[in-house]
């Protein structure tokens, strides 16, 4: 952008020199036809009359002369050091000096050769500072690099989150499984669901990570010394995950602390392992069924060939339907192996949990949904039990609203006792009994919470266990309840878990700066800069006339979080536009009709940028011409990008009001960032990122430090009158 701005300083001064001019010009004439008798001012009058526009227009010369004299004296003198002033802004806020390249006076010249001189020094003890600290921080070092190694080389993937579930660390490992995971893995390849500062709810459900973070601070309140959870669920890509979390304690929080600051995730993919398990258990039940079939043959053959007098061709008969059927037996059972030792085995996994912390989170849980009253019976501290304790809760939930929604029931209790080597959990009621009938529907229909709903059935759940679900009515008490038989843990797993385990070897690698942020308390306009994520993107169209048929053909972004730039979490793809190339465009962006040839179309290729994009700031330099295109495409795609939109070349112009220019490269060029891969889209995304990071400690000097007075700055500037 090199439009051309006057200072209004200068304009100003220009109209009233003219005034004053024109003022001194006319009591020059009034006083000197004062003087002249009226004879003489008639004919004088007569002389200038037809010449007063040629007086006119050298007036009207000279106020230029005069305007274009006093535009290069204000350019050198008055606006030179407030240029000055802004380019020691830029050094400031540049991790290394560049030179000025000043244009002033003299002296100006020589204070900014003194300012570059005194820039380079302090770039030069930064770097004593830096180097003293990297020898200072070695031991330090090796210690990232050895959990960095250990990252990459573990088999199981590894997510670290903070308690507000925005990722902070993950490995390659748990990228590949995103990748895997998400419904786009080949335009995104899962950089929507897993990068830095994501958010962990974006796979796993909110609520599922909740339970068992409280079940994990219950442990560590009673003293627990590695209180882990563990859960099965399923993604929107139906991939089945394991998963054991692990909490991540407060900085100097002792053991039975129950502070934490965030989780560590272990994710195992058990989609196969699953079906592997479904497989055998179906051939468990073939070779059953027919097992049993060719026993009842060869049973009555047997019976047969008892008889004495049985006739020589018919016990031959018999013989060889028991022939028959034990090589069909064989062949069964042959197969069954040979399929079972295709895969390994999995099972849902069911944790050690204290049964009345079962019961606790199922009253909770039920209070807050069903809005009854729930009172509990039986805590016996010593009761441990072995379940998935979130699906079994939501069972107990499940079947309290129905009896809510359908009878009315006004209270519950729940009540736990141990039944041999069983645990049998009661939901019990008052009032009105039910039908087996309907009892049995209940058990059968997928579960649903109001507007949310899950595939698993109450059924589902018994089965998960291994245990028993009956509904039973006690009439002398005018009562009825549901009873669960649920499995115990076992003599040596109770004995582990209410063991204090004291161990302090587990070394600590929790130093992250994500670690420090909270909930989402305010609105997003109202959050600080420094504590915004940010999708830095550019687009490559067919040319220049959204409105006018021109379309988008490449899209590239990167994120920033935290500060950082985040250069390996990027979004870049080809879009084929539908329509030919100009020409003329190609020197620009370098994109031929061959490379888009085959290329996904817009409509597919902005619902995975959405995505990329989810929960951030959007930022981009002319950022209205960019979301122009994008804006059109809400049609044909049903997508709304609402983000809160930050433009750098109107924070350029918010920073550096007296410079002439604020293009992309010539903002690169001030703040000395080296521009690669200018006019690709990621290429230009990076430039854009980069520039972003130094305009944000120029905008904190002037007191721009929230998402609010950034955009209310912006809208203040010159540039945001254009329009697209």
């Known amino acids: 952008m090199n439009r051309i701005k006057l200072d209004r300083r200068l304009v100003l001064a220009i109209v009233v020199i003219g005034v004053a001019t024109l003022v001194w010009l006319l009591i020059t004439i009034g006083l000197i036809a004062s003087t002249l008798a009226p004879a003489q001012r008639a004919l004088v009058t007569e002389h200038l009359a037809p010449r ?30 407030a240029r000055l ?20 006076t003299k002296e100006t010249k020589a204070l900014a050769d003194a300012i570059f001189e005194l820039a380079s020094q302090r770039d030069s003890l930064r770097e004593d500072v830096a180097a003293q600290i990297a020898k200072a921080s070695f031991g330090v070092q090796q210690e990232k690099n050895r959990l960095a190694a250990l990252m990459a080389e573990l088999t199981q993937s590894v997510v670290v989150c903070n308690l507000d579930g925005r990722i902070i660390l993950y490995n390659s490992r748990a990228r590949m499984q995103f990748k895997a995971m998400s419904n786009l893995p080949g335009l995104a390849g899962g950089a929507e669901l897993m990068g830095i500062g994501r958010s962990i709810y974006a796979v796993f459900d909110r609520q599922l990570v909740a339970h068992a973070l409280e079940g994990i601070q219950q442990r560590m309140a009673r003293g627990a010394g590695s209180p882990s959870a563990q859960f099965v669920t399923t993604t929107q890509a139906g991939q089945l995950l394991k998963v054991q979390m692990a909490p991540v304690r407060q900085v100097g929080s002792s053991i039975g602390a129950a502070e934490i600051s965030g989780f560590v995730l272990m994710l195992d993919n058990v989609t196969r392992a699953f079906e592997e398990e479904h497989m055998r258990d179906q051939l468990l039940h073939g070779l059953t069924e027919g097992s049993r079939s060719s026993l009842a043959n060869i049973q009555a053959a047997v019976d047969m060939l008892a008889y004495p007098d049985l006739e020589a061709d018919m016990r031959e008969r018999f013989l060889n339907v028991v022939r028959e059927e034990v090589s069909s037996m064989s062949l069964r059972i042959t197969g069954m192996t040979q399929q079972a030792a295709q895969g390994l085995k999995a099972r849902w996994p069911l944790e050690e949990m204290l049964g009345a912390d079962v019961l606790l989170a199922a009253q909770r849980r039920i209070e807050a949904r069903s809005g009854r009253s729930v009172t509990l019976e039986n805590l016996d501290g010593s009761v441990w039990l072995k379940v998935d304790s ?17 009878f009315d029931i006004k209270f ?10 069983r645990a049998q959990l009661d939901l019990i009621w008052t009032g009105q009994a039910m039908s087996t009938e309907t009892v049995m529907t209940w058990e059968m229909d997928s579960m649903r919470f109001g507007a949310e709903s899950t595939p698993l059935t109450v059924r589902d759940v018994v089965e998960r266990h291994g245990g028993e679900m009956w509904f039973e009515r006690e009439r002398v008490r005018h009562e ?17 878990n209410t063991q204090i385990l004291q161990n302090d070897s587990r070394p600590e690698y929790y130093d992250f700066d994500l670690f420090k942020t909270t909930g989402q308390t305010s609105a997003l306009d109202d959050q600080l800069l420094s504590h915004l994520s940010f999708t830095v993107f550019d687009t490559e ?22 500060g950082k730039l985040l250069r390996q979490e990027s979004f870049e793809q080809l879009v084929n536009p539908g329509r030919l190339i100009p020409a003329a465009t190609i020197p620009i962006h370098g994109i031929t009709q061959d490379m888009v040839q085959g290329q996904p179309a817009i409509t597919e290729v902005l619902p995975a940028f959405h995505a990329f994009a989810h929960d951030t700031v959007l930022v981009a330099h002319n950022a209205a011409f960019d979301m122009k295109f994008l804006e059109l495409q809400e049609a044909n795609t049903g997508l709304v990008f609402n983000h809160p939109v930050l433009d750098t070349l109107l924070l350029s112009a918010v920073v550096h009001p007296n410079q002439e220019s604020h293009g992309l490269e010539d903002i690169a060029e001030r703040f000395n960032i080296t521009v690669l891969g200018r006019h690709t ?30 955009r209310d700055a912006s809208q203040k500037t010159y540039y945001a009158r254009l329009k697209y």
Do not use: C
């Open 390 to 406: 979130f699906s079994l809760t939501q069972a107990l939930d499940y079947l309290a609203l129905r009896l809510v929604d359908e």
């Open 52 to 81: 007063w526009v040629l007086i006119g227009l050298t007036w009207l010369f000279g106020l230029v002369v005069i305007g274009a004299t006093l535009r290069w004296l204000f350019r050198r003198y008055a606006t030179a050091p």
């Open 412 to 421: 519950f209790r729940l009540r736990l006792a141990v039944n041999g080597n």
């Open 541 to 562: 169209t067919t040319g220049l006339n959204p409105s006018d048929g021109d379309e988008i053909i490449q899209v590239g972004a990167v994120r920033i979080v935290n």
């Open 85 to 104: 002033l802004e380019q020691t802004g830029v050094l400031l806020a540049s991790p290394k000096a560049a030179p000025m390249n000043h244009q002033g």
């Open 681 to 710: 889209a990621l290429g230009d995304a990076l430039v854009t990122a980069e520039v972003w990071l130094r305009l944000m400690p120029l905008l904190q000097a002037m007191g721009i430090t929230t998402l609010r007075q950034a």
């Open 480 to 496: 009825a309840f549901f009873r669960f038989l649920l499995p115990l843990a076992s003599a040596q797993e109770q004995l582990e």
